[in-house]
């Protein structure tokens, strides 16, 4: 093994160093990207599953139709409040119902998109994560 004076240790550290860096700091922000997109998947799936929770536990009537889906998306909206920058105006819930009597059910689909903090070679820079629940509806 060669003995090299201190000062030529350091600078092969930091050449080697020089070297490390880039792919640290893409293992980083790749890291940040991928938590990211899974908390909004999260935080989307958990969306749908309140508004659609919301919309089978509280009957509505013909009347009451669209208030009753209003209170829906509301119920997506609290949910996705609780997500940093969270752009209300963004969110796209849609709500479908189908059947009658005990075959009756209503279906949410809750959509918001999400933009990547680095472009990535061959990956898109926006996704929109998109998730829907379906669930019993009850009748008065």
Not at 121 to 126: A, E, I, Q, V
């Amino acid at each position: 093994m060669i003995a090299y004076p201190r000062t030529k240790r350091q600078a092969l550290a930091a050449t080697e160093f020089a070297f490390v860096l880039p792919f640290l700091a893409l293992m980083i922000l790749g890291g940040v990207d991928f938590g990211r997109i899974v908390h909004v998947d999260l935080t989307v799936i958990s969306a749908a599953r309140s508004a659609g929770e919301f919309g089978s536990t509280h009957p509505y009537t013909t009347a009451t139709r669209e208030r009753w889906e209003e209170r829906v998306r509301q119920a997506a909206v609290n949910e996705m409040a609780g997500m940093t920058s969270f752009d209300p105006s963004s969110l796209t819930v849609v709500i479908i119902t189908t059947g009658t009597g005990t075959d009756a059910r209503v279906a949410v689909t809750v959509s918001y998109p999400f933009e990547m903090v680095t472009r990535w070679p061959g990956l898109p820079t926006s996704v929109t994560v998109q998730r829907v629940t379906v669930m019993p509806l009850s009748r008065p």
